[in-house]
């Protein structure tokens, strides 16, 4: 039981984690580009609104879907090898909490370091990912931009080896698919409000990795002092209060 909370709960964090890998320069001063490439719209048309929302709308969502079935493979993977250790379960979550703080000490060193905050444009890749079809688009975004995404991503493979099932890896993995993809499938549906949204977000980027990297340190050191699990069971029976434990059984 405080297993499923534990999986239930962090969940919300892996969402997180991967909206802020959205708003990453490396990632979203490309998401025109990509959605483009991956619907055979141009930028141009794109902003005048000159297409059918479905000629967008449809190839962005295999486009989400293919990266989701990528990262969700890398969760499920990450906690098979994390079941493998489980005789050292303690050493397992040591490890992984000490990982989780390193990123989010990374994500604090971003504002300081330029080299961490530098934008990304591989237009080559793009244009050769979008010749592939959607499909091929979404797994080529899936490995080419691992690095670029890594301190994220790692975070939240670190906390998917800690997971009692390979169902729960994947699930995290796919909440954190979930948190680049339904921004991007935003900007298919309203590409220039979405667009508006890209600059503020651009703007307070650096506040958003601040605070990005602050939960991450939070949640490593949870892990590491394996106080995670108690403290979902006492948000678990909050809910339970409140009448809103049903959410633990969705």
């Known amino acids: 039981m405080l297993a499923q909370a534990t999986a239930d709960t962090t969940v919300i964090a892996a969402f997180a984690v991967g909206f802020v890998s959205f708003v990453s320069p490396c990632v979203l001063p490309l998401v025109p580009g990509y959605l483009s490439a991956v619907s055979g719209v141009s930028i141009t048309e794109l902003r005048e609104r000159d297409h059918s929302i479905l000629k967008v709308l449809w190839p962005a969502i ?90 994220t991503l790692s975070s939240i493979l670190a906390a998917a080896a800690t997971r009692d099932s390979v169902g729960q890896g994947g699930i995290l993995l796919a909440f954190y698919s979930a948190g680049l993809a339904i921004p991007f499938l935003l900007t298919a549906l309203a590409f220039n409000r979405a667009t508006t949204a890209f600059r503020w977000l651009r703007d307070h980027y650096l506040v958003i990795t601040a605070v990005s990297g602050a939960v991450l340190i939070v949640m490593g050191v949870l892990i590491f002092t394996q106080e995670l699990t108690r403290l979902n069971a006492e948000v678990q029976r909050l809910l339970g209060d409140l009448g809103l434990d049903f959410i633990y059984s969705l």
Do not use: Y
């Open 62 to 151: 295999i486009f989400c879907l293919s990266f989701t079935v990528m990262f969700v493979a890398l969760g499920m993977t990450a906690t098979g090898l994390g079941q493998s250790l489980n005789a050292h379960r303690e050493t397992l979550d040591k490890i992984a909490g000490a990982l989780i703080v390193a990123m989010g000490v990374f994500f604090l060193l971003t504002p300081f370091v330029p080299k961490l905050n530098r934008e990304w444009r591989p237009d080559a890749l793009i244009s050769r990912a979008g010749s592939g079809g959607p499909l091929i688009a979404g797994a080529a975004f899936a490995f080419a931009w691992t690095p670029c995404i890594g301190p």
